[in-house]
């Protein structure tokens, strides 16, 4: 095999680290999307777990996002009346990446979308030997569009490892509407900057059950992908159990202890310019599941799920970006970084989000704030 | 005496060849720079790139010795001196057209004639073909010294009166021990390469008395002007040891005059003494107008492509820009893309890195260049030359589709034991070579030793633990030595690359997998050869093993370990049926086994998608290659020359395609130093491993397949200058490329193609290279190429422009050699930026909390256009035994900020243009010996 393979690669690993001039990715200097977490109802949830991440067909999944500014996270009003979000549900297919359902079916009129229909297996046979089939990509029709609800329809494409994948479409700014930017995407347009798309992929599974759900449907075993045994347990979103906060007057090592406290998302804290925040998230380790994934010669090998943190601030500096231990620890110092333009943050508040993912779709956060006291020292 | 007459062109049907002194029965040649303006290529149809480097020498039978005649040495006035005799040597290796150049007399005269006829050769050849070869040799006569009853210090006898010596001719007697009553022994001596301490044959070696007020020593100064005739004179020649002696004279003050074509004059003053020898040992210095040292003879390959540019290694060494690599100095030809970054990938003629191929000694490599373009993995100081054709390539090549670059590792040398050891900013090696028995040797090394210096000097709080910092090594290891009237070699070669680091964010507790990044690649080989030439018949046939391991693994979610066996066969005979024909039959056979395990996501969803469905593989699998190639050269009439060719091979294994590739090559001499070339052919190339698999890939993929055509003009001007101008037309079909249908897989499961033979393509331009070639003092060449390169991925998608498309590549190479050997290069590049594909916006994955970007269209902008200035010093001492040479090499000397790629902001709405090599200085010393 000629190795231009392996060039490419030490090229494209080199590459992030060229990124002198850039705007640092944990820099909140506008609104921004962070997350999007899936709820999934279920009629029974299991004692101390976390909600549901993987939806079964004719099962709700709830759609989360988590949007915010400088000043702090959007509320879902502000969600619906600044951004106006529209949702687009579209099947990917098995291992297709994000993006590419919808990539694959523009250009599309808008109008030529239709609304999500429910879920009906009133007309399915599997005597035809022909899997149901749901239109896509479809409108997620809604009345709270900023956290919509979506049921789950039967596509054969789920039985063979399909997912669906989920995008929001709104605007940022007044110099666009959210029909505007949603034609401009269906229509394969260059996109205005006042344009959001965040996309998401709901998982539909377990995958096993899916597999047992077509063996009920009456579809051969012999033409579904082999059964793990036992059958895992569906993805779950991952908790954080705490966050402490101990300050310190500055950066020092002797410097004076200004407190040490457990906070919890949305407390508002308050300490002087120049202090250094020593932080500790401490993820629940028993939320990190086991989940099996396939080999090539219908085996299977298990994983284990790992955390992955990453942190943003809207003034200051941080130590790290992000984290990848269960007990995440950072430091977060309360002066000017590169990117801020005022020695102080506007309103006086700086505001901490941190956003904790496992290794497959489960999603949390939490967020508090810093009220900054005083500023820079005057100069003698 | 000064030494032979040089040589002056004659007829076209003939090369010439210089001969110094008599040395008919030694075997060593001497290469005369002047031949290469001098010499008309003997067949018509091929590119005199460097006709020196293509004639073999005739090589002499026997010696033929020559009595001093006894009446004429009785006479007092004994002539004494040298007979120049001009003759040409047939192709039956009979010397004809034998007659006096520089007469003596008479009878010396028709002694001399009648001894050069009286000669045998092995005929010269001319690109395998006989060819009559004109030529002169020297013959000094010296009338013997009368008989003595016992050795004694003879009488101050002037010229004519004192004894002389027997002069041989082709016998090894001269300048070595002569006991027929010569005298005493007075002075011995050894006559050697200053530097290389290589016997230097057919010397001229002159003593004659001097004011014994003279001081002895070197003579630093040399006074030319005209005096009175010495009261003696002894002319002596070293021998193939580089010996000589001289008897018989008186015991006084005497200059010693040493003069050799190709070196510098020296002259000493010693004092020879009444009853001791003086043993003396001359080094002379290689003059900078005779880079040749003594050449082994191979026999280069005939066959000339439309466009065949050969690189030796006496011009690749001191190239500016390329560190001495001489795989990266391809790089500076036209046709060939630049690579970003200094790195070794070879687009060629618009096809991609892939899509080319390299051979060492007739078998593929796998790689060329430690960690993708450091430095390349084979030692250029033992390769005999480097070919790239960069299109419409033999049959013999196969399995590519764009060019093909094929280097010939040389032998040893015998002429005594030789090396050096060398060390610049990157690496150390070494280089040992030498006879054994009637073969040689060549052992060389190298190893890096960044991993010992960057530990050292990255901060511990960069975050970058380097559990192993990068190294390399290589090694060659080549035996050669004549077996059953053919030529036998043995060749080892290998290297291995390895890196691991761990990059931890500063506030990470622990280490672990995800935060990893190593490679490790390494391969080794083993081939044996065998070539022998019959009469019009040529045999070739070399096995060879190797063995392949590749390794690669980024965080805990790629990892990539493959092992592959290796075994090549390749087979060839040649006939040169007349002088009309001449054909090749040859057979190749890959067969390799490997060993795959993988584990990553499915390759879409690197770009999004669901890294939970990572799949894992271990796949064992076998690949057996047979081809069968035949090129006949057909010369209807003495200006063209055809070569329809055509290749049949079978790809087996995880391929199961067959393919057919006739090709057709043509030349015509419209003029006695313009050729004419043509070339059309089907050339086809496997899957890459990945593409075919059943787990990451298709199974069903085919073969990718191109029709190429090109047509050139080639130009020979004086002072070894030649221009060549070459159109090219490549039409790419059933090319591989991604693709997101979904099918029914042959495991019966339903899944994405991945990949298929959809996308066809076009590349089309023109090249010229003009080149001085390394004769003199001088050499460099100028080469540009305007081409175009486009694909369309599927049908009803547009043609767009293609990853490597270079509108635009103009590179100008100069190296001058200065006196007390200096040299100094240049080499300047003005390259159109690469195409890319401009990001248009941005969705932010909320799966993985980065930001996807949604892209305009592929390849629709262009990058800055690209320029760079560098240049390279050389400066040697020669001493007596050693050489020892530093360079001082400066890339982008006026530190311009190339654009190699546009680096995104982390939402894609800025781009920061990440720049190529700044200005570096490297500096690097060998020691030879």
């Given at each position: 095999?000629?190795?231009?393979?392996?060039?490419?690669?030490?090229?494209?690993?080199?590459?992030?680290?060229?990124?002198?001039?850039?705007p640092?990715?944990?820099r909140i200097a506008s609104v921004r999307p962070l997350?999007v977490?899936?709820?999934?109802?279920?009629?029974?949830?299991?004692?101390?777990?976390?909600?549901?991440?993987?939806?079964?067909?004719?099962?709700?999944?709830?759609?989360?996002p988590f949007i915010v500014d400088p000043y702090g996270p959007l509320t879902t009003d502000r969600i619906a009346q600044e951004l106006e979000p529209v949702w687009l549900?579209?099947?990917?297919?098995?291992?297709?990446?994000?993006?590419?359902?919808?990539?694959?079916?523009?250009?599309?009129?808008p109008?030529?979308?239709?609304?999500?229909?429910?879920?009906?297996?009133?007309?399915?046979?599997?005597?035809?030997?022909?899997?149901?089939?749901?239109?896509?990509?479809?409108r997620?029709?809604t009345?709270d569009p900023a956290t919509p609800?979506?049921?789950?329809?039967?596509?054969?494409?789920?039985?063979?490892?399909?997912?669906?994948?989920?995008t929001m479409v709104a605007h940022t700014t007044a110099t666009i509407t959210t029909a505007a930017c949603l034609e401009q995407l269906l229509l394969?347009r260059d996109p205005d900057p006042g344009c959001l798309y965040v996309t998401?992929?709901?998982?539909?599974?377990?995958?096993?059950?899916?597999?047992?759900?077509?063996?009920?449907?009456?579809?051969?075993?012999?033409?579904?992908?082999?059964?793990?045994?036992?059958?895992?347990?569906?993805?779950?979103?991952?908790?954080?159990?705490?966050?402490?906060?101990?300050?310190?007057?500055?950066?020092?090592?002797?410097?004076?202890?200004?407190?040490?406290?457990?906070?919890?998302?949305?407390?508002?804290?308050?300490?002087?310019?120049?202090?250094?925040?020593?932080?500790?998230?401490?993820?629940?380790?028993?939320?990190?599941?086991?989940?099996?994934?396939?080999?090539?010669?219908?085996?299977?090998?298990?994983?284990?799920?790992?955390?992955?943190?990453?942190?943003?601030?809207t003034?200051?500096?941080?130590?790290?970006?992000?984290?990848?231990?269960?007990?995440?620890?950072?430091?977060?110092?309360?002066?000017?970084?590169?990117?801020?333009s005022?020695?102080?943050?506007p309103y006086?508040l700086?505001t901490?989000?941190?956003?904790?993912?496992?290794?497959?779709?489960?999603?949390?956060?939490?967020?508090?704030?810093?009220?900054?006291?005083?500023?820079?020292?005057?100069?003698? | 005496?000064?030494?032979?007459?040089?040589?002056?062109?004659?007829?076209?049907?003939?090369?010439?060849?210089?001969?110094?002194?008599?040395?008919?029965?030694?075997?060593?040649?001497?290469?005369?720079?002047?031949?290469?303006?001098?010499?008309?290529?003997?067949?018509?149809?091929?590119?005199?790139?460097?006709?020196?480097?293509?004639?073999?020498?005739?090589?002499?039978?026997?010696?033929?010795?020559?009595?001093?005649?006894?009446?004429?040495?009785?006479?007092?006035?004994?002539?004494?001196?040298?007979?120049?005799?001009?003759?040409?040597?047939?192709?039956?290796?009979?010397?004809?057209?034998?007659?006096?150049?520089?007469?003596?007399?008479?009878?010396?005269?028709?002694?001399?004639?009648?001894?050069?006829?009286?000669?045998?050769?092995?005929?010269?050849?001319?690109?395998?073909?006989?060819?009559?070869?004109?030529?002169?040799?020297?013959?000094?006569?010296?009338?013997?010294?009368?008989?003595?009853?016992?050795?004694?210090?003879?009488?101050?006898?002037?010229?004519?009166?004192?004894?002389?010596?027997?002069?041989?001719?082709?016998?090894?007697?001269?300048?070595?021990?002569?006991?027929?009553?010569?005298?005493?022994?007075?002075?011995?001596?050894?006559?050697?390469?200053?530097?290389?301490?290589?016997?230097?044959?057919?010397?001229?070696?002159?003593?004659?008395?001097?004011?014994?007020?003279?001081?002895?020593?070197?003579?630093?100064?040399?006074?030319?002007?005209?005096?009175?005739?010495?009261?003696?004179?002894?002319?002596?020649?070293?021998?193939?040891?580089?010996?000589?002696?001289?008897?018989?004279?008186?015991?006084?003050?005497?200059?010693?005059?040493?003069?050799?074509?190709?070196?510098?004059?020296?002259?000493?003053?010693?004092?020879?003494?009444?009853?001791?020898?003086?043993?003396?040992?001359?080094?002379?210095?290689?003059?900078?107008?005779?880079?040749?040292?003594?050449?082994?003879?191979?026999?280069?390959?005939?066959?000339?492509?439309?466009?065949?540019?050969?690189?030796?290694?006496?011009?690749?060494?001191?190239?500016?820009?390329?560190?001495?690599?001489?795989?990266?100095?391809?790089?500076?030809?036209?046709?060939?893309?630049?690579?970003?970054?200094?790195?070794?990938?070879?687009?060629?003629?618009?096809?991609?890195?892939?899509?080319?191929?390299?051979?060492?000694?007739?078998?593929?490599?796998?790689?060329?260049?430690?960690?993708?373009?450091?430095?390349?993995?084979?030692?250029?100081?033992?390769?005999?030359?480097?070919?790239?054709?960069?299109?419409?390539?033999?049959?013999?090549?196969?399995?590519?589709?764009?060019?093909?670059?094929?280097?010939?590792?040389?032998?040893?040398?015998?002429?005594?034991?030789?090396?050096?050891?060398?060390?610049?900013?990157?690496?150390?090696?070494?280089?040992?070579?030498?006879?054994?028995?009637?073969?040689?040797?060549?052992?060389?090394?190298?190893?890096?030793?960044?991993?010992?210096?960057?530990?050292?000097?990255?901060?511990?709080?960069?975050?970058?633990?380097?559990?192993?910092?990068?190294?390399?090594?290589?090694?060659?290891?080549?035996?050669?030595?004549?077996?059953?009237?053919?030529?036998?070699?043995?060749?080892?070669?290998?290297?291995?690359?390895?890196?691991?680091?761990?990059?931890?964010?500063?506030?990470?507790?622990?280490?672990?997998?995800?935060?990893?990044?190593?490679?490790?690649?390494?391969?080794?080989?083993?081939?044996?050869?065998?070539?022998?030439?019959?009469?019009?018949?040529?045999?070739?046939?070399?096995?060879?093993?190797?063995?392949?391991?590749?390794?690669?693994?980024?965080?805990?979610?790629?990892?990539?370990?493959?092992?592959?066996?290796?075994?090549?066969?390749?087979?060839?005979?040649?006939?040169?049926?007349?002088?009309?024909?001449?054909?090749?039959?040859?057979?190749?056979?890959?067969?390799?086994?490997?060993?795959?395990?993988?584990?990553?996501?499915?390759?879409?969803?690197?770009?999004?998608?669901?890294?939970?469905?990572?799949?894992?593989?271990?796949?064992?699998?076998?690949?057996?290659?047979?081809?069968?190639?035949?090129?006949?050269?057909?010369?209807?009439?003495?200006?063209?020359?055809?070569?329809?060719?055509?290749?049949?091979?079978?790809?087996?294994?995880?391929?199961?395609?067959?393919?057919?590739?006739?090709?057709?090559?043509?030349?015509?001499?419209?003029?006695?130093?313009?050729?004419?070339?043509?070339?059309?052919?089907?050339?086809?190339?496997?899957?890459?491993?990945?593409?075919?698999?059943?787990?990451?890939?298709?199974?069903?993929?085919?073969?990718?397949?191109?029709?190429?055509?090109?047509?050139?003009?080639?130009?020979?001007?004086?002072?070894?200058?030649?221009?060549?101008?070459?159109?090219?037309?490549?039409?790419?079909?059933?090319?591989?490329?991604?693709?997101?249908?979904?099918?029914?897989?042959?495991?019966?499961?339903?899944?994405?193609?991945?990949?298929?033979?959809?996308?066809?393509?076009?590349?089309?331009?023109?090249?010229?290279?003009?080149?001085?070639?390394?004769?003199?003092?001088?050499?460099?060449?100028?080469?540009?190429?305007?081409?175009?390169?486009?694909?369309?991925?599927?049908?009803?998608?547009?043609?767009?422009?293609?990853?490597?498309?270079?509108?635009?590549?103009?590179?100008?190479?100069?190296?001058?050699?200065?006196?007390?050997?200096?040299?100094?290069?240049?080499?300047?590049?003005?390259?159109?930026?690469?195409?890319?594909?401009?990001?248009v916006g941005a969705a932010y994955?909320?799966?993985?909390?980065?930001y996807?970007?949604i892209?305009?269209?592929?390849?629709?902008?262009?990058?800055?256009?690209?320029?760079?200035?560098?240049?390279?010093?050389?400066?040697?001492?020669?001493?007596?035994?050693?050489?020892?040479?530093?360079?001082?090499?400066?890339?982008?000397?006026?530190?311009?900020?190339?654009?190699?790629?546009?680096?995104?902001a982390?939402d894609y709405s800025l781009?920061?243009?990440?720049?190529?090599?700044?200005?570096?200085?490297?500096?690097?010393?060998?020691?030879?010996?």
């Amino acid at each position: 095999m000629r190795r231009a393979l392996v060039t490419t690669a030490l090229l494209a690993a080199a590459a992030p680290a060229c990124g002198e001039g850039l705007p640092p990715e944990e820099r909140i200097a506008s609104v921004r999307p962070l997350a999007v977490r899936v709820e999934v109802d279920e009629p029974a949830p299991p004692a101390d777990v976390g909600t549901m991440a993987e939806a079964m067909p004719r099962s709700t999944a709830h759609l989360r996002p988590f949007i915010v500014d400088p000043y702090g996270p959007l509320t879902t009003d502000r969600i619906a009346q600044e951004l106006e979000p529209v949702w687009l549900a579209c099947n990917l297919q098995p291992v297709q990446g994000l993006l590419g359902c919808l990539q694959e079916a523009v250009p599309l009129q808008p109008s030529a979308v239709p609304a999500c229909p429910p879920p009906d297996l009133g007309g399915f046979d599997p005597s035809t030997g022909m899997l149901p089939t749901t239109p896509s990509p479809c409108r997620i029709e809604t009345d709270d569009p900023a956290t919509p609800a979506y049921t789950i329809p039967l596509d054969g494409g789920y039985l063979v490892g399909g997912d669906i994948e989920v995008t929001m479409v709104a605007h940022t700014t007044a110099t666009i509407t959210t029909a505007a930017c949603l034609e401009q995407l269906l229509l394969d347009r260059d996109p205005d900057p006042g344009c959001l798309y965040v996309t998401q992929r709901l998982a539909v599974g377990p995958d096993a059950k899916l597999i047992e759900l077509a063996q009920q449907f009456g579809v051969p075993a012999d033409a579904l992908p082999p059964l793990p045994d036992p059958i895992p347990d569906p993805d779950r979103n991952p908790r954080i159990d705490a966050v402490t906060v101990s300050a310190y007057a500055d950066e020092t090592v002797t410097a004076k202890r200004l407190l040490e406290v457990t906070v919890e998302t949305g407390d508002v804290l308050e300490l002087p310019w120049g202090a250094r925040v020593e932080l500790e998230v401490q993820g629940h380790e028993a939320d990190l599941q086991q989940y099996v994934v396939p080999g090539d010669d219908d085996s299977f090998s298990t994983r284990d799920e790992t955390f992955s943190g990453r942190w943003f601030v809207t003034w200051g500096t941080l130590l790290a970006p992000t984290s990848d231990d269960p007990l995440a620890i950072n430091t977060w110092t309360l002066m000017p970084g590169p990117r801020d333009s005022t020695d102080v943050p506007p309103y006086a508040l700086a505001t901490l989000y941190y956003v904790l993912r496992d290794d497959r779709q489960g999603v949390t956060w939490t967020h508090f704030q810093i009220r900054v006291t005083g500023g820079p020292p005057e100069a003698p | 005496m000064p030494p032979s007459a040089p040589p002056s062109a004659t007829a076209p049907r003939r090369a010439h060849l210089g001969l110094a002194g008599l040395a008919l029965a030694a075997t060593s040649l001497v290469a005369l720079p002047r031949l290469a303006a001098a010499a008309e290529p003997a067949a018509p149809a091929s590119a005199p790139d460097d006709p020196t480097a293509r004639i073999v020498p005739p090589e002499p039978l026997a010696t033929v010795t020559v009595e001093y005649p006894a009446a004429l040495a009785q006479r007092p006035d004994a002539p004494r001196g040298e007979v120049v005799v001009r003759f040409v040597v047939g192709v039956d290796g009979v010397p004809i057209e034998v007659a006096i150049e520089q007469s003596l007399d008479a009878e010396l005269d028709a002694l001399a004639l009648q001894a050069v006829s009286a000669l045998r050769y092995r005929p010269a050849t001319l690109d395998g073909e006989a060819v009559e070869i004109a030529t002169r040799l020297s013959i000094p006569f010296e009338p013997p010294p009368p008989p003595r009853p016992e050795p004694g210090p003879p009488d101050d006898a002037p010229r004519g009166e004192t004894p002389g010596e027997d002069t041989t001719v082709g016998d090894a007697s001269i300048g070595g021990d002569d006991d027929v009553g010569s005298g005493p022994v007075r002075l011995r001596g050894r006559i050697r390469e200053a530097g290389q301490r290589t016997p230097i044959e057919g010397a001229t070696i002159v003593v004659v008395p001097v004011d014994p007020r003279t001081p002895t020593g070197r003579v630093k100064k040399t006074d030319y002007a005209q005096g009175a005739p010495p009261k003696w004179q002894r002319t002596r020649r070293s021998d193939e040891r580089g010996d000589f002696v001289v008897r018989g004279t008186p015991a006084e003050r005497v200059r010693v005059v040493v003069l050799a074509p190709g070196f510098e004059r020296i002259e000493y003053v010693e004092q020879l003494g009444e009853t001791t020898e003086l043993e003396v040992a001359y080094y002379l210095r290689r003059l900078p107008t005779n880079p040749y040292r003594t050449v082994v003879r191979s026999v280069a390959e005939e066959r000339e492509e439309v466009a065949r540019r050969t690189i030796t290694p006496a011009e690749i060494g001191n190239l500016p820009g390329t560190q001495g690599d001489a795989l990266k100095a391809i790089q500076n030809f036209p046709g060939v893309a630049r690579a970003p970054f200094g790195l070794g990938l070879l687009a060629i003629r618009g096809t991609g890195p892939n899509d080319s191929a390299v051979f060492i000694g007739y078998h593929e490599v796998p790689l060329l260049y430690h960690f993708g373009g450091l430095t390349s993995v084979f030692n250029a100081d033992i390769l005999e030359r480097i070919d790239f054709v960069p299109g419409n390539f033999d049959s013999r090549y196969g399995d590519a589709l764009g060019g093909i670059i094929d280097v010939q590792p040389r032998k040893g040398r015998r002429d005594g034991y030789h090396g050096y050891v060398d060390a610049d900013i990157f690496d150390a090696g070494f280089l040992v070579e030498g006879r054994v028995g009637k073969g040689s040797f060549a052992v060389a090394a190298r190893r890096s030793y960044i991993d010992f210096i960057l530990p050292r000097v990255i901060p511990d709080d960069a975050g970058v633990d380097l559990t192993l910092a990068p190294r390399y090594w290589d090694d060659q290891i080549l035996f050669d030595h004549p077996l059953a009237g053919g030529d036998f070699s043995v060749r080892v070669f290998g290297s291995s690359d390895k890196l691991k680091l761990v990059a931890a964010d500063p506030n990470e507790v622990t280490t672990d997998q995800r935060d990893r990044f190593e490679t490790a690649q390494y391969f080794h080989r083993a081939d044996v050869v065998w070539r022998k030439q019959k009469g019009p018949w040529e045999f070739l046939i070399t096995p060879s093993y190797r063995y392949d391991m590749l390794q690669f693994g980024i965080s805990d979610i790629f990892n990539f370990d493959l092992g592959v066996h290796n075994l090549t066969l390749r087979s060839e005979l040649s006939h040169r049926a007349s002088k009309l024909v001449k054909w090749r039959v040859g057979t190749e056979l890959r067969a390799g086994r490997f060993t795959a395990t993988v584990a990553a996501p499915p390759l879409s969803a690197l770009s999004g998608g669901d890294t939970a469905t990572q799949l894992q593989s271990k796949q064992v699998g076998w690949l057996a290659i047979p081809a069968v190639y035949t090129t006949v050269d057909v010369t209807p009439g003495q200006r063209l020359t055809l070569s329809p060719g055509l290749r049949v091979s079978y790809f087996g294994g995880i391929y199961g395609r067959a393919s057919v590739e006739p090709r057709l090559r043509g030349a015509v001499q419209v003029a006695a130093k313009t050729v004419l070339k043509a070339g059309v052919g089907m050339f086809t190339q496997a899957a890459q491993p990945v593409e075919a698999s059943k787990v990451y890939g298709n199974p069903r993929v085919g073969l990718e397949r191109a029709v190429q055509t090109s047509v050139g003009v080639s130009q020979q001007l004086p002072l070894a200058i030649s221009v060549d101008a070459t159109a090219f037309f490549t039409y790419l079909y059933d090319e591989i490329a991604p693709s997101t249908a979904l099918v029914r897989r042959t495991d019966g499961s339903i899944g994405l193609e991945t990949f298929a033979n959809t996308q066809t393509g076009r590349a089309y331009g023109l090249e010229i290279l003009a080149r001085k070639q390394l004769t003199g003092s001088v050499f460099g060449w100028v080469a540009y190429t305007l081409n175009r390169s486009e694909r369309r991925t599927a049908p009803g998608e547009p043609m767009l422009l293609a990853d490597f498309d270079q509108t635009h590549i103009l590179t100008l190479v100069g190296v001058w050699r200065l006196p007390r050997n200096w040299q100094i290069g240049g080499r300047f590049r003005l390259v159109s930026g690469n195409p890319y594909t401009p990001t248009v916006g941005a969705a932010y994955d909320a799966s993985v909390g980065s930001y996807l970007p949604i892209e305009g269209r592929r390849n629709s902008a262009r990058l800055p256009a690209f320029h760079q200035l560098d240049i390279r010093v050389d400066k040697a001492w020669v001493w007596k035994r050693v050489k020892l040479s530093l360079y001082l090499d400066v890339q982008n000397v006026y530190n311009h900020q190339n654009t190699e790629f546009l680096n995104p902001a982390f939402d894609y709405s800025l781009n920061a243009p990440v720049a190529g090599l700044p200005i570096i200085p490297s500096l690097g010393t060998k020691l030879e010996f």
